[in-house]
């Protein structure tokens, strides 16, 4: 049912009061035309789960996607719209359609956030709801996916399904490879992908080293037959002519050229592009026109003279024609599949797979895109583009002339682009295509290059070199083009042209629109480096045989293989057993509600952030007026409305709820606009006129050095007389390293619905910290925090960036619902969440070692700052928290630190999975690799000669137990660390730009809140006669399992089957003053809180028991009723550690270690900076798991983010390391389309984890629950490794150069820094003086 007529209304008044716009005028064309209205059918007709859905066409706004049809008028909310850009996959639902040619029905898994409804006319849409549920039957994908535990926060997952289910209905038996490539365009933050692999492995007919399902489970097979038919009607029905028109704006989809020509209007094609304007730019067209169902666009084949590529062909349908045209080549035509193979990779490493299946060729060559990866292949090859208008026929152009500015096309307001065709290759031509991104799966590209040589008699007769990263548009390099004719193909003909090419693209300065000039300069010399070398080995020239893998392009997707060690300890009932995550059927099937799943509430207002575009300012002004005339506003609220308090924040309430004289950060909140319909607050935010007066702006740790802007603590730890250790080591010395920031990148943004009733406000908001939020939605109004009630039932992720940074938005929200006594929902845009929220401080540490020349260490002065941002939030804790981390695993007799937290104009940043302990650790190994290096030592020759023995104390004062050196002396053998190394090193000199580095390191991770008040918790339990339990804890399920693991605690306890244990949602009036859940620490607190509930039920019960004891739960539960006796127990849980105090380094800090080793591998490829993980092992003391399946399935997610921290991910913001990003302090970075957390691809090809038995002490038993130890903070310090291990490779790339001295390396290592770390010619060519010891810009 389509939402009210009221909405849709005003909608439009809104909506056609907004100025249409258009973009460069290539394809948009004036509205006119001569074409047959009466045939141009007028409703928009579909399948949706199997049942037909018409809707009128003055319903349809053209240009809404997909996924608001499905979620807010079908309500089928198991789609989930977690970026709206194409970039994470979390709305993937199958589109299905009958081709008339091919009588054939073909599934399309496509992103609902881009796809236009109006796209679907005629087709069958299937969403996750549609292929199973939990009260009916699961699909397979969704049962394995369940039983793999392929899902934990349950965000990403029906995206997940949707791909699976898509790819298993083309082929129902698939091989590994391309199954997996089906996932290539979904995205999960919390698994590490490893489960999900091996669930979709299961179907894969080539399928070997998949790991088992826990406890071996049971699952159905796959049986085709059964998936639900295509629509009859559709397959009958003929494609007809589309015209869908309300009183603003239209839709036509023609079946004839002629039709599409006559109608003049904005061609409308896969709307990968168009999409994304529409929904941030706002970007809107009076008449679209989609050229889908037109024959002669959508036609591809191939002659004597080429390709012919209609413009509405798909990406995926040509990679599809291209492999069945090589496929038939006959001998004397089998050069041809170079110029087939050169699309083929470029299309390989396009996008995901939602991407291609609806992109077509046409919009990727019209958007001219200066990193298209399609177009420099179009320019080396010698394409020809048509374009067309009415009454005249198709027009070549070539594509070399086509480009002619940024984004703009060499064709008229009246022209569309029809056709393209790509000339074969000639027999003695050769061709490549390269590519290389911040990813290599998904992923846009830094620079794309194809280039084309034809070599006679060893001399070069013809060149084409094409570029796309080094201008405005896709180029070719004419000059080294012509430089090249004529020489003899030899290395020395390289040199020289490639002087010629880097004086021609070279990209120089620093202020180049994108930055990373030099690293764009070196990739275009490199890519050229690899057509030459691969040029000579195909005409059989001599190439050094060092040389031989150099010419190698990304990393190929491997078929990954993985390993899992763990005893089984099982007790009771259910502790100790792979109980599925509780959720794990409802993430599968999208029966899990998140907050904004929750129905649209009886006069529901929908909001708008007023956000600041400044990153330092004074506000002069903010007006309102025009503004509040937008039809549909209801209420503008700003600093002057709080009748509370507008401060807040976690520990120092030092921040502003809504700005009220200066602006300290982009984005910063200053009101809250609330409409009937989020499109109104969106435009009357947008003509809120605010004047500023700007102020500089500090953003950087240096830039706030410089100023003296700091927060006013310094922390740090002291141990023994450094200053005295340090004057009498027989070694010293001095260095820094800067570690970038991360963003959480939870799937589901900042949520919350607030609701009045009566005198009460309930919050359902999406947090971890439901206690907090409680609190500070009371002080903003000005109420008692009795009136309020914060639920949370499940969060779609936190990973720390929910424990404080959400409270606001819950309290704008609150504020408007206040006023207007209606419920207000604020939902974040995945761009505006990644811009305004924060993430994890980058940090800078500088150190003084002392050592002697065996390596052992002596004495460390250290100074670490961290960049903070505008507010304290938890700053100095994080900060605190990486005071204490600077040993690592290593003991060095006597160390200093001393941290600083900087105020700067960015956001405030805040908790984030290990909590400051990943900065404090590569502080540590920093140093220890540096000493490493000095002394011309392995670095696990260092790291084994200072590894802490069992009792020894920490600097501040903790014994360190045995697994330590257990854990190191395992990982080293079960690794073969000796054996790899001696290979890797033998592999290293046989390859001249393919390097690999192996790393062994430890981590120890303390465990507790450092606020020693934190540490409690309280759980709630009833049992009721039919023997069900219910059971309400502080904790917040988030993915963790922790509802999984306390309900285990509690079954077991009462001895019952986990069946009849229930997990309500957290509610502020059933468990007050709840710690945030965080610190790793919630099993801890909240299962301890349970089990102290648990016990009294158990004791309460026990009489009646012993009495009876075959009698069931509930046959006890009801003799204890009768009797009187309470069914119901308050749990409480405080840890009983001493505490600690840093400024006196007295106390005990922590309540135990988690502890664990890694063994990391990877190769990179020196020329480009890809680089892959070959090969993990892991082998971790944690305890004695509660469910081993979920901890196995923590330590993976908190790797991969471990991983992603030290290497892809990066952010950058507008600061002076960035000139180029024009508005100070603004996020760069802010959406899956820039900002990389690692893919399926990333993964270890070889995975092998181990969970050491025996591990618990006696003393475990009386601190950790169940002796389960802590396990979702401390595996994410093992991931860092990756960096130690590329940092291996690449010292083994500097030496080659002749660079044996130590080197300092930022993190995280993109592929720009690990390339220009890998100093060579090209490098010394692109950036000139200093190559060597370039340090690659970061935000810092
Ligand atoms: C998540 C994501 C990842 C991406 N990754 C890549 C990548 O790896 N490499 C890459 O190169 N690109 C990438 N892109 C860009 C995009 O996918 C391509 O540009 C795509 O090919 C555009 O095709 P479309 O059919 O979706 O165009 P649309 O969005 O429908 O249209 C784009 C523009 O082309 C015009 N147009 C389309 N067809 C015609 C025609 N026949 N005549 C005249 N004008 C026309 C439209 O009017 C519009 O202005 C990515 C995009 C997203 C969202
Ligand atoms: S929500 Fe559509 S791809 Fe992310
Ligand atoms: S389970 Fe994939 S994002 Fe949470």
Same mark, same amino acid.
């Given at each position: 049912m389509l939402r009210a007529r009221w909405a849709l209304s005003q909608f439009w008044k809104v909506y056609s009061s907004i100025p249409f716009s258009s973009d460069s005028g290539s394809g948009w064309i004036s509205t006119s035309g001569d074409i047959s209205?009466?045939?141009?059918?007028k409703t928009l007709n579909f399948y949706l789960n199997g049942k037909p859905v018409q809707v009128d066409?003055?319903? #349809?706004?053209?240009?809404?996607?997909l996924i608001d049809y499905i979620r807010n008028?079908?309500?089928?909310?198991?789609?989930?719209?977690?970026?709206?850009?194409? /970039?994470?996959?979390?709305?993937t639902v199958t589109i299905s359609h009958y081709?008339?040619?091919?009588q054939a029905v073909t599934h399309r898994a496509v992103n609902s956030c881009l796809?236009?409804?109006?796209?679907?006319?005629g087709m069958d849409v299937t969403t996750v709801?549609?292929?199973?549920s939990v009260f009916d039957e699961l699909h397979p994908v969704q049962e394995r996916m369940a039983i793999w535990g392929?899902?934990?926060? %349950?965000?990403c997952t029906p995206g997940f399904i949707m791909s699976m289910y898509t790819g298993l209905r083309n082929n129902?038996?698939?091989?590994s490879k391309s199954f997996q490539k089906c996932m290539d365009g979904n995205l999960c933050r919390?698994?590490?992908?490893r489960p999900i692999v091996d669930a979709a492995k299961s179907?894969?007919?080539?399928?070997?080293d998949t790991v088992k399902p826990p406890e071996d489970r049971a699952f159905k097979p796959y049986d085709a037959a059964k998936e639900k038919p295509f629509p009859e009607e559709l397959k009958q029905k003929k494609i007809v002519p589309l015209q869908l028109t309300n009183e603003s704006a239209s839709w036509y989809a023609p079946t004839s050229l002629k039709d599409l020509l006559d109608i003049k209007a904005k061609i409308i094609s896969g709307s990968t592009e168009l999409g994304i304007d529409f929904r941030f730019k706002g970007t809107t067209f009076p008449v679209l026109i989609s050229p889908v169902n037109v024959p002669e666009l959508t036609d591809i084949h191939h002659d004597d003279n080429g390709l012919h590529i209609g413009s509405a062909v798909t990406l995926d349908n040509i990679g599809r024609y291209l492999e069945e045209c090589a496929a038939s080549l006959s001998p004397s035509q089998r050069h041809r599949e170079r110029a087939i193979q050169s699309v083929l990779d470029q299309l390989h490493y396009f996008a995901g797979t939602q991407i291609r299946n609806v992109a077509t060729i046409g919009g990727n060559i019209v958007n001219?895109?200066?990193?298209?990866?399609?177009n420099p292949v179009l320019l080396a090859l010698g394409a020809t583009f048509y374009t067309q208008k009415a009454g005249e026929k198709a027009k070549p152009v070539a594509a070399s002339e086509y480009f002619t500015g940024y984004k703009k096309v060499?064709?008229?307001?009246?022209? #569309?682009?029809?056709h393209v065709t790509i000339p074969w290759n000639e027999e003695d031509e050769f061709v490549e295509a390269y590519k290389q991104g911040r990813?290599?799966?998904?992923d846009i590209a830094i620079v794309t290059s194809a280039m084309l040589a034809k070599v006679q008699d060893e001399k070069i007769v013809k060149a084409k070199l094409g570029f796309g990263g080094l201008a405005p548009t896709s180029i070719l390099s004419p000059k080294t083009e012509a430089f090249l004719i004529?020489?003899?193909?030899?290395l020395q003909t390289f040199n020289e042209a490639a002087a010629v090419l880097n004086r021609e693209v070279g990209l120089r300065g620093e202020?180049?629109? /994108?930055?990373?000039a030099g690293y764009r300069t070196t990739l275009a010399l490199s890519f050229f480096y690899k057509f030459f070398l691969s040029l000579l080995h195909h005409h059989s020239l001599p190439v050094p045989?060092?040389?031989?893998? &150099?010419?190698?392009?990304?990393f190929p997707a491997e078929t990954t293989r993985a390993t899992q060690e763990y005893r089984l300890n099982k007790?009771?009932?259910?502790?100790?057993q792979s109980e599925p995550h509780l959720s794990a059927k409802k993430h599968t099937t999208g029966e899990a509600r998140y907050v904004d799943d929750m129905p649209h509430q009886h006069r529901e207002l929908q909001s708008a952030l007023i956000l600041?575009?400044? %990153?330092?300012?004074?506000?002069?002004s903010l007006d309102k007026e025009a503004a509040m005339?937008?039809?549909?506003?209801v209420g503008i609220y700003t600093y002057?409305?709080?009748?509370?308090?507008n401060l807040w924040g976690?520990?120092?309430?030092?921040?502003?709820l809504f700005a009220s004289k200066?602006?300290?950060?982009?984005?910063?909140?200053l009101g809250i606009v609330v409409a009937e319909h989020e499109i109104a607050a969106k435009e009357a935010a947008k003509l809120i006129k605010i004047e500023y007066e700007d102020l500089p702006g500090i953003y950087t740790i240096d830039d706030a050095i410089q100023a003296d802007s700091f927060f006013p603590v310094t922390h740090g730890v002291t141990q023994k007389n450094v200053d005295e250790e340090m004057s009498k080591a027989p070694l010293t010395l001095e260095g820094q390293i800067y570690m970038g920031g991360q963003e959480?990148?939870?799937?589901?943004t900042q949520t919350s619905l607030v609701v009045p009733d009566e005198e009460d406000m309930y919050v359902y908001t999406s947090t971890q910290n439901a206690h907090k939020t409680q609190k500070f939605v009371a002080s903003t109004l000005g109420i008692?925090?009795?009136?309020v009630v914060t639920r949370v039932g499940?969060?779609?992720?936190?990973?720390?960036?929910?424990e404080t940074r959400n409270i606001n938005f819950s309290a704008a929200a609150a504020l408007a619902a206040y006023y207007t006594r209606r419920p207000v929902r604020v939902r974040l845009e995945r761009n505006v969440d990644m811009q305004i929220t924060g993430g994890r401080h980058p940090f800078k540490s500088s150190y003084k070692i002392g050592f002697d020349s065996s390596g052992k260490l002596l004495a460390a002065d250290l100074q670490l700052y961290a960049?903070? /941002?505008?507010?304290?939030?938890?700053s100095v804790a994080v900060l605190d928290r990486a005071l204490l981390f600077c040993d690592s695993s290593y003991n060095v007799p006597a160390l200093r630190n001393k941290g600083r937290v900087a105020r700067t104009n960015i956001p405030s940043h805040t908790a984030f999975r290990g909590f400051g302990g990943p900065q404090g650790y590569l502080t540590a190994e920093a140093y220890v690799e540096h000493v490493a290096s000095f002394l011309k030592l392995r670095p696990e020759v260092v790291r084994e000669r200072n590894l802490y023995n069992e009792g020894d104390l920490t600097y501040y004062n903790f014994p360190v137990t045995k697994s330590v050196r257990r854990s190191w002396d395992e990982c080293k053998i079960s690794s073969k660390f000796q054996d790899r190394l001696q290979e890797i090193e033998i592999y290293n000199s046989q390859n001249r730009h393919r390097k690999r580095g192996i790393t062994l390191i430890p981590s120890k991770y303390g465990v507790a809140f450092?606020?020693?008040?934190?540490n409690q918790g309280s759980a709630m339990i009833h049992i009721y006669l039919d023997g069900t339990i219910l059971v309400t804890h502080g904790?917040?399920?988030?993915?963790?399992?922790l509802n999984t693991k306390v309900a285990q605690v509690v079954a077991n306890e009462l001895g019952v089957?986990?069946?009849h244990v229930r997990i309500k949602e957290m509610a502020t009036d059933k468990i007050p003053n709840a710690s945030p859940s965080?610190?790793?620490m919630s099993t801890d607190i909240y299962g301890g809180a349970a089990l102290d509930a648990a016990r009294q039920l158990a004791e309460r019960l026990r009489p009646y028991r012993e009495k009876d &004891?075959?009698?069931?739960l509930g046959q006890l539960a009801v003799k204890a009723y009768f009797d009187r006796v309470s069914l119901s127990a308050q749990g409480f849980f405080k840890s009983e550690h001493e505490g600690y105090d840093i400024m006196t380094?007295?106390?005990?800090?922590?309540?135990y270690f988690t502890l664990g080793t890694a063994c990391t591998e990877v190769e990179i490829d020196t020329l480009t900076g890809d680089h892959k993980v070959r090969r993990v092992d892991l082998v971790l003391?944690?305890?004695?798991?509660?469910n081993p399946t979920i901890d196995i399935g923590q330590v993976e997610g908190a790797f991969m983010q471990g991983a992603g921290l030290v290497s892809i991910e990066e952010l950058a913001w507008g600061d002076n390391q960035h000139?180029? #990003?024009?508005? /100070?302090?603004?996020?760069?970075?802010?959406g899956p389309g820039t900002y990389k957390i690692p893919s399926?691809?990333?993964?270890?090809?070889e995975w092998n984890i181990s969970l050491m038995?025996?591990?618990?002490?006696?003393k475990l038993e009386t601190v950790a629950v169940q002796s389960s130890k802590a396990v979702g903070e401390p595996p994410l310090l093992l991931g860092m490794s990756v960096y130690f291990a590329i940092k291996e490779a690449v010292k083994a790339a500097r030496r080659e150069e002749g660079q044996e001295e130590y080197f300092q390396l930022n993190s995280p290592l993109t592929s720009e820094r690990i390339r220009m770390a890998c100093v060579d010619d090209l490098s010394r060519m692109a950036v000139g003086e200093g190559a060597e010891d370039i340090q690659t810009k970061g935000s810092f």
């Open positions: 209205q009466e045939t141009y059918k066409s003055r319903n #349809i706004n053209p240009a809404e996607p008028n079908a309500n089928l909310k198991g789609t989930k719209l977690a970026c709206g850009e194409g /970039g994470c996959g979390a709305c081709d008339h040619e091919k796809v236009p409804l109006c796209y679907v006319e709801e549609g292929i199973g392929g899902s934990q926060c %349950g965000f129902p038996e698939p091989d919390c698994t590490g992908y179907f894969c007919h080539d399928t070997k001219a895109s200066p990193i298209s990866d399609l060499k064709m008229e307001d009246q022209e #569309i682009l029809s990813r290599r799966e998904d004529g020489k003899k193909l030899d202020n180049v629109p /994108g930055g990373q045989e060092k040389l031989g893998r &150099s010419t190698e392009k990304a007790r009771g009932t259910s502790v100790g600041a575009d400044r %990153g330092h300012a004074k506000i002069l005339k937008v039809p549909g506003v002057r409305d709080v009748p509370g308090s976690d520990v120092i309430s030092d921040e502003e200066e602006v300290l950060h982009y984005g910063q909140m959480q990148f939870y799937f589901e008692p925090i009795n009136q499940r969060v779609g992720g936190g990973f720390g960036g929910k960049n903070g /941002g505008m507010s304290h939030d938890l450092n606020a020693m008040f934190l904790g917040i399920e988030m993915g963790q399992g089957h986990i069946s965080a610190a790793s &004891s075959g009698a069931t380094n007295k106390g005990k800090v922590w309540r003391d944690v305890g004695d798991p509660i000139p180029w #990003i024009k508005q /100070g302090g603004k996020l760069q970075t802010a399926a691809d990333d993964i270890p090809t038995p025996d591990t618990t002490d006696p």
